[in-house]
């Protein structure tokens, strides 16, 4: 486990950065009408309003379809960042990662976006998803890179399938860690596809509270927190030092 934490990497494995925040709606059909109030909003910021394939999709089976409950039916775009709605979901995404301080910028500006719309009624929890991948080559033991230790029948595990997904308890926030070796990811950086170990850390808080809006900053700060803390935790020292830490 390293011991401390750099300010930033020289070779970032940040492929897209993801916030979320899970809602429930002021009005039926809330999904309808966010779009265009929030690209009246934020139209400078986000000019382009792309239909997704879940706005085919009649309402009826949206709403009594489990999976498809939280899914966005709308983007609005510019360029690698986006920002995605639907009737009980926001999510502010990033392809190309300017540190934690103007991401987090970009969220408080949209969620105080939709705040203005008043078709929030309660916020039920929000969360950060950060998915990396450690370029490698496929002839290196990935699994080495992180600070875990697994044997299956007193082995370490063969690379080829292998997935590992956990879970974690850090005060109000449950993060779940996903891990695949040998996984391909597009590089918007590089404009490239590249492969080499994926990690995805998502950190979830479902203990809002009535008051998110009017205290979002240092509960979004407490998540990001959280995320960065577990995700620094994973690496080894030598895979620190493989990523060129600055600061």
């Given at each position: ?67 498809l409950l939280y899914g966005p039916s709308h983007r609005l775009a510019n ?169």
């Open positions: 486990m390293n011991s401390s934490m750099p300010s930033q990497l020289g070779k970032s494995p940040l492929v897209e950065a993801v916030f979320e925040m899970r809602f429930e709606a002021a009005a039926p059909a809330a999904g309808d009408l966010l779009p265009g109030l929030l690209y009246s909003a934020m139209k400078d910021q986000y000019p382009q309003v792309v239909p997704l394939p879940l706005n085919s999709v009649p309402r009826d089976i949206r709403d009594r379809t489990a999976g360029g690698p960042q986006s920002v995605q709605v639907g009737d009980r979901v926001l999510t502010v995404n990033s392809l190309v990662y300017l540190g934690w301080a103007k991401f987090k910028e970009r969220v408080e500006s949209v969620l105080e976006a939709i705040k203005g719309t008043d078709l929030v009624k309660r916020v039920e929890r929000f969360s950060f998803k950060y998915v990396n991948l450690i370029e490698a080559a496929k002839t290196e033991g990935q699994l080495h890179f992180l600070n875990i230790r697994i044997e299956v029948i007193g082995k370490p595990p063969i690379e080829r399938g292998f997935r590992l997904r956990v879970e974690r308890d850090d005060g109000d926030f449950v993060t779940i860690i996903e891990t695949i070796p040998n996984a391909t990811a597009k590089s918007t950086t590089a404009a490239k596809e590249v492969s080499g170990l994926l990690i995805n850390v998502d950190t979830i808080c479902s203990k809002v509270g009535e008051s998110f809006f009017s205290n979002k900053g240092p509960l979004l700060e407490e998540g990001h927190s959280v995320l960065k803390n577990i995700f620094f935790s994973l690496l080894t020292d030598d895979t620190l030092k493989r990523l060129e830490p600055v600061g």
